[in-house]
């Protein structure tokens, strides 16, 4: 993935390729890359004052969000290449959408929803692929591609979970975001998103619970754990997109 994205949509100029981590980052953590938008200004300002033609606001999110959005896609495909791929669609997607942005939602939302559009349009794509043109050489899923046997306990035990159910734990452990906005990214009434969370975590619990696994040690000395990733499942996260 290259880093310096907004200098190669703005001016044409690339910069040499930057390895990326699909570890999960607290955007509002990260340092500002760009002069002279001031530091602390939320993603929401920021987008509003790229629509009003500051090309420094588009830097700033970009490197809030570049990591995030990778690993988003990191845990969702096998291909790391294709994971960098996707990220740059996202972000040229939010150049191009910028001129019809309303601020009524948080921009981390808005760009998940992009993200997410911009996956079904590839998931649809490696289908249509593999039905009429085969596929030779097909890359192990990611959840077989941990380095841990915590790891590959736990992101094993989340494949067998309903697909909408395991979207959601995602959403919440890795993405970290609240009820609400995932409520709002799904369409979801957000009593149905409380409700499902909470199966899909009683189902993982079940479904750890036959094996003395490392997987089932990590879980019951972090019971609490619920607004982020558990031990277990940040584990799992370093062998993926490696």
């Known amino acids: 993935m290259q880093e310096a994205l907004p200098a190669f949509v703005l001016s044409s100029e690339t910069l040499p390729r930057k390895p990326m981590n699909d570890t999960p980052s607290s955007p509002t953590n990260s340092p500002a890359q760009a002069e002279p938008e001031p530091p602390g200004r939320s993603d929401e300002r920021l987008m509003l004052g790229f629509t009003q033609g500051s090309s420094e606001a588009f830097t700033e999110l970009f490197h809030r969000y570049q990591q995030p959005v990778y690993g988003f896609f990191c845990r969702r495909i096998s291909d790391p290449a294709n994971a960098e791929e996707l990220t740059q669609e996202t972000f040229f997607a939010l150049l191009r959408s910028k001129d019809r942005y309303e601020p009524r939602a948080l921009f981390r939302?808005?760009?998940?929803?992009?993200?997410?559009?911009?996956?079904?349009?590839?998931?649809?794509?490696?289908?249509?692929?593999?039905?009429?043109?085969?596929?030779?050489?097909?890359?192990?899923?990611?959840?077989?591609?941990?380095?841990?046997?915590?790891?590959?306990?736990?992101?094993?035990?989340?494949?067998?979970?309903?697909?909408l159910d395991r979207e959601i734990v995602m959403l919440r452990e890795f993405e970290q975001l609240s009820y609400a906005e995932i409520a709002?990214?799904?369409?979801?009434?957000?009593?149905?998103?409380?409700?499902?969370?909470?199966?899909?975590?009683?189902?993982?619990?079940?479904?750890?619970?036959?094996?003395?696994?490392?997987?089932?040690?990590?879980?019951?000395?972090?019971?609490?754990?619920?607004?982020?990733?558990?031990?277990?499942?940040?584990?799992?996260?370093?062998?993926?997109?490696?």
């Not at 590839?122 to 941990?146: E, I, T, V, Y």
């Not at 479904?207 to 040690?217: F, G, I, R, T, V």
């Open 109 to 163: 939302t808005y760009l998940y929803a992009i993200s997410f559009k911009i996956l079904r349009a590839h998931r649809r794509k490696a289908a249509f692929r593999a039905a009429f043109l085969g596929d030779r050489h097909p890359r192990p899923d990611p959840s077989r591609q941990d380095a841990t046997e915590a790891g590959l306990w736990v992101r094993r035990a989340v494949e067998k979970l309903d697909p």
């Open 184 to 242: 709002d990214l799904l369409q979801l009434p957000l009593n149905t998103v409380r409700s499902r969370l909470f199966r899909a975590r009683t189902a993982l619990r079940d479904l750890l619970e036959p094996a003395a696994s490392p997987a089932k040690n990590v879980l019951e000395h972090h019971p609490t754990q619920t607004a982020s990733p558990n031990a277990a499942e940040a584990s799992a996260q370093k062998g993926e997109c490696a």
